[in-house]
Every structure is written in structure tokens, then in C-alpha cells.
């Protein structure tokens, strides 16, 4: 792959159009701020990211996680764009490499727009509802593709679609976003049968041609499948969104945890100093007695910690270019990276999945989320496929207008449902759920 070939500014669905226009803003730079002034982006204001939502003490949402994550991603994009430009004398690759870090922002704004309410969770919610809860009758109604789509919905695939999407009464293209921010938020560049056990695809069998149009204009290497199913490599800056994103929620969930008082004091400081060379560690820990603050302490090390992580990043690009532009890289960047910060990683991770996911306020929030999006779908699947009822009929009128519930496939109207309940934010659904079940009513 090539990176004058892999940076275009060429918009989805607008391909014909030319706008003569050339303000001070890149085409890169309009994708960043048409997501900052989208609809999608604010409802991610109230959608949980690992803590409960809202409470007296301030954690992350999905929106100030996506923001963190921009402006991280930006960062490494930015350091890797200097490391590599020394190597590339052609004048389209070194103009190509300028831009990656306005692409890698907006993509990073972009890469969770696709997930339901109540976190991770919500995902699952929606896949066992189709392979173990109600929806599982529909199997026989539905080709194989359709089905792996709806029993191993994913995110990632879903903010693929919600961007590129026409939606009922929206214009072709859906967000018009530029080629290269489209290809760097698919983490898995192939469809749902390929999922795996892990369950992880990158489009939706409606968005398969929207794919293969964006990859194969970019010059994406398309890989051997079994059975001639769409299977691409990454796009390289989905190497660097992931990082970002990998960083972010990794660090920030232990300081979150450490607000909360999930965590004390002394084994977080504990955690982030693990990822400080001895002369660094020196450093810090005469900065942080100047500290009375045990927040700002932690603060301190969060921020020295993602500078480290950065700086690692970059050079594991830098140094894996070629696997990753041939498209034989494996793993993440953060596999790569040097021994001392990589354990330090791995000992957060282990940490958050033994203390923090499984702590009783994130349980009974995923708990409460899969009966509220389960009982949801039970109601609009039903509807759609009975639309004549009665009951049918005033629910299926508060659907908005751009969810097309009147497809006329059985698999575009589940689409429709699915693309609605996905939409919600958590006060959203939880408050819609009440009034279906007669809890709460309207104030007159």
C-alpha cells in the first residue's frame, strides 16, 4: 500500500462533486467538525462507557472518552507523520503523511458512534437477543450473512454504517465523510461470517459494496478468504486510532476507579509508576511530594503515562512500517512496544478486568441495560413484523422517520429497529422502557 494512495479526500457519495472552495480548512479538518456538530456525536454525551451514569462524582462518558481519544490520536499520528517522513522522498507521500493526523483525529471522534447504551454490555444485549432471546425464531427468515450480522452486532460495523448509511429522507452518502476517515475506523475490515468467536466484523452485509468502493479506491490490500469472502488489511491509521483508543480507556478507567474509590490510592500510583523508567520514576516522585492532592497526583501519572505510551506507539509504527503497509502486521501497536511499558500494560489490564469490570455498580448497570434493551426489541421486532396491530401501530409512529420500519424486507425492517434501539442514549431508553410498560406517563 502506498500513502499517497491511502490519504484521499475524495467524500462518500459526494465523488462527483466538486466544490471549488479552499478555505483554511482541510477536507480532513470538515470531517473532525461535522462530527462535533453532528446529532450521533452529542447523544454520546449520555451513553455509559465503564461507570454509571450520572453521579456525584464526574467519570467518563462515550463523549469525553471519544474527545481524550482525539486528542491522543492526534498526538501519536502526529509523531509518527516526523519519524516517517525522512524515509519517503516522493512529494505525494510526504504531503499524504502531513494529514494523517487531522484523519486520525476525526476518526477518533467517529470510531464509537456505532455503540448502543450501557457500554459494551448494550452490544451483547442486542447479539443474544437474536441467538438466545426472541429474535432466534427469525433464523429461518434469514439468509446466513443477514443472520451473523444480527447475532454478532458489533460497533465498529455500526458506526461504518451510520456514516455511510442513507437513511429514510437523508442524502446519499450519509455523513459524506472523506474516504480515508471511513477505512480508518474499520478495525476488522471483513464481513460477519468471518467473526469468529470474538465476534468482530467490520460492515454489515448492507455496507459490503460501501466497503469494497472505499478499500479498493484507496489502493487496501484485499486477503485470501476461504470461501471468497470480503477480507481486507487494515488501513494503516487504524493501527494508531486503536492505540489511541486502547490507551485511553485503559488508563482513564483506572483513574475513573480511583475517583470512585474503587481503587485506592497507594496501588494506582503503584500501577502508573510501573510504566516509568528508574530516572523517571525519580522525577515523578519528587514532582507528586510537592502534590497534597491525591487526585492530582494520579493526575500527574495518567498524564506522563499516556505520553510514554505515544511515544512507544510511534516507534512501533515507525519500525513495523513496512509489515504494516504489506499488510502481514499482526497484533496491536501496543503488542509492540518495548518490554518495561508492555508489562505495565498488561498489569492495568489484568487489574481492570479483575477489579473494574466486574465491580457491582458496572454489573448492575448491565444488568439493568440487557432487560431494558431486550424487552425494547421484544416490542419494535414485534411491531415491525405485525405492523396492523393496534399496538403496533402508535409504537411504530414514535419511531423517527429516518429508521425505515416499513422496508420491504423482513431483514431492513430488523436493520431499522436495531439502528433505532442502537441509537438511544441511556436516559433514553431507560425512560421509553418505563412508558412501555406503563411506569411513568408524560407530564400534561
Known amino acids: 500500500m502506498r500513502w499517497s494512495s491511502l490519504v484521499s479526500d475524495k467524500r462518500f ?3 462527483h462533486y466538486h466544490d471549488p472552495r479552499r478555505g483554511n480548512r482541510s477536507e480532513f479538518q470538515r470531517d473532525f467538525d461535522r462530527l462535533v456538530f453532528s446529532s450521533p456525536f452529542r447523544r454520546l454525551q449520555n451513553k455509559t462507557q465503564v461507570f454509571p451514569l450520572p453521579g456525584s462524582i464526574f467519570v467518563h462518558n462515550r463523549l469525553t472518552h471519544s474527545l481524550e481519544v482525539a486528542s491522543v490520536g492526534r498526538s501519536l499520528a502526529r509523531e509518527i507523520a516526523i519519524l516517517l517522513a525522512p524515509r519517503h522522498a516522493d512529494e505525494a507521500d510526504r504531503a499524504a503523511l502531513d494529514s494523517i493526523g487531522e484523519i486520525v483525529a476525526a476518526a477518533c471522534l467517529a470510531h464509537d458512534l456505532g455503540n448502543p447504551p450501557f457500554g459494551h454490555s448494550g452490544e451483547k444485549s442486542i447479539s443474544t437477543f437474536f441467538s438466545e432471546g426472541a429474535g432466534a425464531g427469525l433464523r429461518d427468515s434469514l439468509t446466513p450473512e443477514q443472520w451473523a450480522d444480527l447475532v454478532c452486532f458489533e460497533g465498529n460495523a455500526n458506526a461504518f454504517r451510520l456514516l455511510t448509511h442513507q437513511f429514510h429522507g437523508r442524502r446519499e452518502g450519509g455523513f459524506a465523510m472523506t ?13 460477519s461470517s468471518l467473526a469468529g468467536e470474538k465476534g468482530k466484523f467490520g460492515f454489515f452485509t448492507s455496507e459490503e459494496e460501501s466497503y469494497r468502493r472505499v478499500a479498493d479506491e484507496l489502493g487496501i490490500l484485499r486477503l485470501p478468504s476461504p470461501d471468497g469472502t470480503l477480507r481486507y488489511a487494515r488501513h494503516p491509521l487504524v493501527y494508531i486510532v486503536e492505540a489511541a483508543d486502547d490507551i485511553c480507556y485503559e488508563v482513564m478507567d483506572i483513574e475513573d476507579a480511583h475517583k470512585l474509590k474503587i481503587l485506592p490510592t497507594h496501588q494506582v500510583k503503584d500501577l502508573l509508576l510501573g510504566f516509568l523508567d528508574r530516572e523517571r520514576r525519580e522525577r515523578a516522585l519528587r514532582v507528586m ?8 497526583q494520579v493526575a500527574y501519572l495518567r498524564s506522563s503515562v499516556i505520553g510514554i505510551l505515544v511515544s512507544c506507539c510511534a516507534a512501533a509504527f515507525a519500525e ?5 503497509l504489506s499488510g502481514t502486521f499482526t497484533g496491536s501497536l501496543l503488542d509492540h512496544i518495548t518490554p518495561l511499558e508492555r508489562e505495565a500494560f498488561d498489569r492495568c489490564n489484568t487489574l481492570s478486568w479483575e477489579r473494574l469490570y466486574c465491580a457491582p455498580e458496572v454489573v448492575d448497570i448491565e444488568l439493568a441495560g440487557n432487560r431494558i434493551i431486550t424487552f425494547l426489541l421484544e416490542k419494535l421486532v414485534d411491531a415491525v413484523r405485525n405492523p396492523s396491530l393496534n399496538y403496533s ?3 411504530l409512529s414514535q419511531v423517527p422517520r429516518q429508521y425505515d420500519v416499513e422496508a420491504p424486507t423482513l431483514f431492513g425492517r430488523l436493520q431499522a429497529v436495531v439502528d433505532h434501539v442502537s441509537a438511544m442514549t441511556d436516559v433514553y431508553a431507560l425512560n421509553l422502557y418505563r412508558r412501555l410498560n406503563g411506569h411513568t406517563l408524560p407530564a400534561v
Request: net charge negative.
Open 13 to 15: 457519495g459526494l465523488e
Open 320 to 324: 513495523n512500517e513496512e509489515a504494516i
Open 289 to 296: 511530594a510537592a502534590i497534597e492532592d491525591p487526585n492530582e
Open 179 to 191: 474516504y480515508s476517515m471511513l477505512a480508518s475506523i474499520v478495525k476488522y475490515p471483513w464481513s
Open 393 to 395: 401501530r402508535l409504537l
